[in-house]
């Protein structure tokens, strides 16, 4: 669904991505890797935030994408549904169906019950939820989440987790994160990225025997980190 081929990124005069050649198809994916391998940046090359070689990156024309970047912020004033009311508008979605939509979201992501909530009185869990809300609206085929779960407790994350467990299965879900235990409870497949360069794309299973292999830990953490 995703194809990159010898793509380049480079920011503030440094090499970010490095000739990465990677594709991606439905599935959930695990983007491992450390602070500043490159995750934040290639999920924005994905979405279009960052303006790319449009040959490094080829989506199908149909394809929709939804992107939750890492910190997501909206305006305090507005409510739960008046925020989704302005990412629909956003993204240019019919409106004949943003009544659907925008409850569906928040059904999903359990914040029906406060879609008069303003945002400014959210939680930090309720406020990523709505952030996945916003990058679920129009049902997208492609989901680029980056830490989704970062500095949520315990409940959020397991909240978090059923959630994504309980996607279509023909999606392609781009899940960025340092947290390990996330990847190992929700997917299956697993894309190492460490200072913009790829170290490892298979499942989870191929990379544990790897590790079993070359009598490491079986553990990501350790690929994570280059050593």
Request: proline residues 3%; charged residues 25%.
């Amino acid at each position: 669904m995703i194809e990159i081929s010898n793509l380049k990124v480079r920011l503030s005069k440094k090499d970010i991505i490095k000739n990465l050649t990677v594709n991606f198809d439905n599935g959930i994916y695990g983007l491992l890797g450390p602070n500043g391998a490159g995750k934040t940046t290639l999920l924005r090359s994905i979405s279009g935030y960052y303006q790319v070689d449009k040959d490094c990156i080829k989506i199908p024309d149909d394809v929709k994408i939804g992107y939750l970047p890492q910190h997501f912020n909206s305006f305090k004033n507005l409510t739960c549904n008046e925020t989704l009311e302005y990412y629909y508008y956003i993204k240019k979605l019919p409106k004949s169906d943003m009544k659907e939509h925008i409850v569906t979201a928040l059904e999903l992501v359990n914040l029906i019950d406060n879609e008069n909530k303003k945002v400014g009185a959210l939680s930090g869990g309720m406020l990523r939820r709505l952030g996945l809300a916003q990058a679920m609206l129009g049902d997208p085929q492609i989901l680029l989440l980056d830490e989704p779960t970062a500095g949520l407790d315990p409940e959020e994350r397991r909240r978090f987790k059923n959630i994504l467990n309980s996607f279509d299965s023909s999606k392609l879900i781009l899940l960025s994160t340092h947290i390990v235990s996330d990847i190992e409870d929700i997917c299956e497949k697993i894309f190492i990225l460490h200072n913009g360069e790829k170290r490892f794309l298979g499942r989870q299973q191929e990379l544990v025997e790897i590790t079993e292999e070359l009598n490491i830990e079986s553990s990501f953490i350790h690929l994570t980190g280059g050593n």
